[in-house]
């Protein structure tokens, strides 16, 4: 059974960095595309960043590219995502997910993406 395990939230400044990690468990990971997603109190879980199982190719939130970047390492069972200059508006809790329908990460679409692990929370205030 798929289980992800994520970690590396926190309470950043607004500016500050950090690197979430996804850790699987129970399959190997390689068979599938990965995403990774957001809810903010009171709002909708929103896609973030999405890479295929090869990481050949990356999928990004309009709103948010040039500040996430998306990795795997496949020799771990990992899936990374890394945030720059953190603003107030990206705190929420952080997911991890796999697409149901492809392994190439063809869309942010929540409902096309299953296992949830618990999340982890990322607060940026100063």
């Known amino acids: 059974q798929l289980q992800f395990v994520e970690s590396g939230g926190g309470l950043v400044q607004p500016g500050g960095s950090l690197r979430l990690s996804c850790v699987a468990s129970?399959?190997?990971?390689?068979?599938?595309?990965v995403g990774w997603f957001r809810q903010a109190p009171g709002k909708e879980r929103e896609g973030v960043a999405c890479?295929?199982?090869?990481?050949?190719?990356?999928r990004y939130a309009d709103s948010l590219k040039g500040r996430f970047t998306i990795s795997r390492d496949n020799t771990k069972n990992t899936v990374y995502l890394h945030i720059n200059n953190l603003k107030p508006e990206d705190t929420a809790v952080y997911y991890c997910?796999?697409?149901?329908?492809?392994?190439?990460?063809?869309?942010?679409?929540?409902?096309?993406?299953?296992?949830w692990g618990q999340g982890t929370q990322v607060t940026v205030s100063s």
């Open positions: 129970g399959v190997f990971l390689e068979y599938y595309a």
């Open positions: 997910a796999i697409e149901i329908y492809s392994n190439y990460c063809e869309s942010l679409v929540t409902r096309e993406y299953s296992h």
């Open positions: 890479i295929s199982r090869t990481s050949n190719f990356t």
